[in-house]
């Protein structure tokens, strides 16, 4: 009897810290997505140069890799998200920028917003409502995104749009696959970092973000 | 070529570099899933990519 009481309290408790990180992890993502829409919003007022978006993604992925996984247990990790983000916001302005001088550029960004969010928010509902485990998919994940790579790389040499599109097609599944094993991760236990789950799930939003703002930018200048 | 692109290509470079250890770790520690498992992961991206269709009619 004492042994089935002692069962019921240790799962509830590691429910209970599970609901916990999941809690943080989202409200952090909501608070680091504004800041980030801060940020975009000032790079686009001060009009920055289109490389701004190259030397923020290069230096926000530096810091992300190898500064933030040696505070992620401290409260200087919290910053280090927000200058992350801040950075990747600031990089963004240029994009949108240039998107908004298109024809039907308002259109554009907002279909690439919204669906973004739709994308997110219906893949998370899946992971959580189903409690899946989706831990299987790390190894696929991880060697088609370095694949994606790859082809990136070599479309930086070819030049061919119709890759670019592909290319960005591939990263919204591949993407799309890590939100599904990000969220299974935090449910069933595996990550309870809520620093470093946050910028995992933002990575994986801001790259729907681009490759949405790709697709729909060369699809809706066909006409 | 100009030179946003060379520092593009170098910094992908080193990208791939860094994440190869990772994949290989992961590979060798990922579960091996089930087809039912597979059909729920598949289900979803089927969607997104539909999804994605429509906003490409929408614009």
Partial sequence: MNQNYSTVAQRSSSAIATNKVLRSTYMLLSLTLLFSCLTAALSMFMNMPPMTYMISVIGGMVIAMFVLPRFANSTAGIGIVFLITGMLGFGLGPILSMYASLPNGGNIITLSLGGTGAIFMGLSAYALATRKDFSFLGGFLMVGFLLVLLAALANIFLQIPAMSLMISAVVIMIMSGFILYDTSRIIQGGETNYVLATIGLYMTIFNIFISLLQILGIMGNDD | ?59
């Fill in chain 2, 1 to 59: 070529m100009d030179w946003m692109e060379i520092v593009s290509a170098l910094a992908l470079v080193m990208f791939i570099i860094f994440l190869i250890p990772a994949t290989r770790d992961m590979m060798r520690n990922s579960s091996k899933g089930s087809s039912e498992d597979w059909m729920g992961f598949v289900i979803p991206i089927v969607v997104v990519v539909l999804f994605v269709m429509l906003l490409v009619k929408l614009v």
